[in-house]
């Protein structure tokens, strides 16, 4: 079986540096990655998602940049790791976010279609609180 690829993206009327900066901040995720729970803590170099739908999670970022590089890590209570690489790119006076959407290996065609719409959704409420700042 392959395992599909989606890259999921949205424009937003803000600079890219105004997009990394907000989304780079772990303190924003509650805000707009809903997929991650209601609330974040750090807990020494980690960041926990205490309350996601798959239950307690880490998430790990790269380390700040200057290229809009939101790569991040999720780890799931199982101990899973998931990559999730994110781009944010000038894109005339304003950007475009891109999330590269990894189908998991023995993902049915629903469940994959559920993590887009989702990610599709979390894309659109974090240009939703950008552009209405």
């Not at 997009?19 to 303190?27: D, F, I, L, R, W």
């Not at 980690?46 to 780890?75: C, K, Q, S, Y």
């Amino acid at each position: 079986m392959t395992h599909s690829t989606r890259h999921l993206s949205i424009h937003v009327d803000r600079t890219r540096d105004d997009v990394y900066a907000y989304a780079s901040n772990p303190e924003n995720l509650p805000a707009w990655a809903l997929g991650l729970g209601g609330s974040i803590e750090r807990d020494g170099e980690e960041w926990i998602a205490p309350d996601t739908p798959m239950g307690r999670v880490t998430v790990a970022f790269v380390p700040p940049n200057d290229l809009g590089v939101l790569d991040h890590d999720v780890t799931l209570p199982d101990g899973e790791v998931v990559n999730n690489p994110v781009r944010v790119i000038t894109d005339g006076t304003g950007s475009l976010v891109v999330f590269t959407l990894r189908r998991p290996a023995g993902a049915t065609d629903a469940a994959f279609e559920r993590d887009a719409e989702m990610v599709t959704a979390d894309l659109a409420r974090l240009k939703k609180l950008l552009e209405s700042a």
